[in-house]
Nanobody
Framework: QVRLVESGGGLVQSGGSLRLSCEVS????????VGWHRQAPGLDRDLVAQ???????DYADSVKGRFIISRDNAKNMVYLQMNDLKPEDTAVYYC???????????????WGRGTQVTVSS
């Protein structure tokens, strides 16, 4: 079982920055994908950014150029640096990990409990 614990959320003014942290209970260099999703009230949970253990990253179009995902394999930590925050970035942010199962079984998704990010205008 992979446990994920987020921290770093809070209230920030528009244009400000926050860095989210995710502590992972397993060696993240063995985890296929680690990333961040977010969910605003009444909306679906959407991908924000993800990082694969082969080094590639993906970002939602709405955060490209503003958010940066990074990972510290030695500390089993995943970070999301969020710059130039906008009110529409307000959401609960969830850390996510995807692990590969035994051959023939589907990948498994693991989730943290989330951290609230609120951006005031």
């Amino acid at each position: 079982q992979v446990r994920l614990v987020e921290s770093g959320g809070g209230l920030v003014q528009s244009g400000g920055s926050l860095r989210l942290s995710c502590e992972v209970s397993e060696s993240i260099d063995r985890i296929w994908v680690v990333g961040w999703h977010r969910q605003a009230p009444g909306l679906d949970r959407d991908l924000v950014a993800q990082s694969r253990n082969v080094g590639s990253t993906d970002y939602a179009d709405s955060v490209k150029g503003r958010f940066i995902i990074s990972r510290d394999n030695a500390k089993n930590m995943v970070y999301l640096q969020m710059n130039d925050l906008k009110p529409e970035d307000t959401a609960v942010y969830y850390c996510n990990a995807i692990t590969m199962g035994v051959p023939g079984s589907p990948p498994r998704h693991w989730w943290g409990r989330g951290t609230q990010v609120t951006v005031s205008s």
